[in-house]
């Protein structure tokens, strides 16, 4: 499944200041980092799915994030929610659901949404 989306034009940036936005530009390249840019770069992106989640319907168990390597990004523990590296860049809060709370981090086949 595609993990590119194309959020609607009404939906506003999470991002606050210049530093969000350069963190957000190297997102996808997360795992080709060096381990303590990688570690910098992983608690950004805990930040940004956290405050995304007050904007959205993320994780409304309040499970927390675990970063996945397939697909890259951050899926909740109890395996229902994904946020993409792709998502966390765009910045605008996006979140995917994963049908019957799929915990098989290494195969998420199926995935709706995003959802915005």
């Known amino acids: 499944s595609s993990l590119v989306s194309s959020p609607p034009a009404h939906v506003r940036s999470i991002f606050e ?5 350069e963190m957000a530009s190297r997102q996808t390249q997360i795992a080709s980092m060096r381990p303590e840019q990688r ?29 996945i390597e397939a697909p890259p990004g951050y899926q909740c523990e109890k395996g229902g929610h994904l946020v993409s ?18 915990r098989d981090r290494s195969k998420t086949d199926v995935l709706w949404g995003p959802y915005y």
């Open 39 to 67: 570690k910098e770069q992983n608690n950004w992106a805990q930040k940004v799915v956290r405050k995304a989640r007050t904007k959205t319907s993320a994780c409304p168990s309040d499970y927390k994030w675990q970063r």
């Open 17 to 21: 200041n210049a530093q969000d936005r």
């Open 85 to 102: 590296d792709e998502l966390i860049a765009e910045g605008k809060g996006g979140i995917f659901v994963v049908p019957g709370g799929k």
